[in-house]
């Protein structure tokens, strides 16, 4: 027997407002156990630096734990992986980085894609690069280091962390801008990379601020040029790259990603903490202590910023050929 009009009516408008009210509660409930946020590197990093910042922050402000977890492997790869294989339900987040859009590219058999199964939620910081040299290295500009270059090509050594970060990318992309010709010498991590620039066994390295800027302002390096669009209070007299490069700019960067079809209330929520965060003059003062420039994005923003930079380096990587080690 059929139901009497108005009745169906009624559970009809009942059950249409179901997924909306559910929605609701599921957001305003969340977090409701603690989340993990899944670092693919060793700890003391920048991106796990980051994490612990922003960790904290959720912590203080959404009344759960955020841990943080070190899954370091495969240039950040197995982390991701982990990450993409969860279950997309707001309790496991990724710290994603500028070596994860390179990754895109260097690495071919990655079961994954990082744009399509990673979840954008929010950026968090920028970090400006300098193109830097050995003291006794005979230019003093951009300009002279380019005239150097073209008239001995092969015969300058470009360190850089390892194949395949930024440093190194960053240093193919002025290689493949200039018309120039180096040779990339990749080592274990900044230090050691550092100690043989200092030493004048290698002749420049595109390092991100952080790891150089003590051994700039002591002397025993000497910068050319800054990779971002402006020059930077840190380092004041270094003027910016796209001065002598037009077009040029590189940095590396760190945000929060979560697994594909992770509710987007959630991944809403989640990004306006972060852009809270980033207006609070302590929590800013903590990125610049870091060497890095707040770096504000909807969800939205932040998915066309990585394309960008899948893209961007990319080209980087099949021009210069560049293999995973």
């Not at 809403?268 to 800013?284: G, H, I, R």
């Amino acid at each position: 027997m059929g139901l009497p009009r108005r009745k169906f009516l009624h559970l009809a408008a009942t059950a249409a407002t179901l997924p909306a009210v559910s929605s609701f509660a599921r957001v305003e409930s969340y977090p409701a156990r603690p989340v993990r946020i899944i670092v693919g590197f060793q700890a003391g990093t920048a991106s796990d630096i980051i994490a612990r910042l922003i960790g904290q922050w959720f912590s203080d402000r959404l009344g759960q734990q955020f841990v943080v977890e070190n899954r370091p492997g495969a240039a950040g790869n197995a982390a991701a992986e982990m990450v993409v294989r969860a279950l997309p339900d707001g309790y496991i987040l990724l710290t994603v980085a500028a070596v994860h859009s390179i990754s895109a590219t260097l690495y071919q058999n990655l079961n994954f894609s990082f744009a399509r199964d990673i979840a954008p939620v929010a950026s968090i910081i920028r970090t400006p690069l300098v193109m830097e040299v050995s003291p006794s290295f005979g230019a003093a500009t951009v300009p002279e280091f380019i005239a150097y270059a073209k008239a001995n090509p092969g015969k300058i050594n470009m360190a850089s962390p390892g194949t395949g970060t930024i440093q190194h990318t960053a240093g193919e992309l002025f290689q493949m801008m200039t018309g120039t010709k180096m040779i990339h010498v990749p080592y274990r991590g900044a230090p050691p990379a550092l100690m043989d620039l200092i030493g004048g066994r290698v002749q420049v390295m595109f390092d991100v601020t952080v790891s150089s800027i003590e051994f700039i302002k002591a002397g025993k390096l000497r910068p050319l040029a800054v990779t971002t669009t402006m020059r930077l209070s840190e380092l004041p007299q270094v003027p910016v790259m796209a001065d002598f490069v037009p077009g040029y700019e590189a940095s590396g960067w760190i945000g929060i990603g979560a697994p594909k079809n992770t509710p987007t209330e959630i991944v809403e929520k989640l990004n306006q903490e972060v852009s809270a965060a980033l207006a609070d003059p302590n929590f800013k003062a903590r990125l610049a202590e870091t060497g890095g420039l707040a770096f504000a994005n909807s969800p939205t923003e932040f998915r066309k910023f990585i394309a960008e930079e899948v893209d961007k380096w990319g080209k980087v990587i099949r021009t210069a050929d560049i293999k995973p080690e």
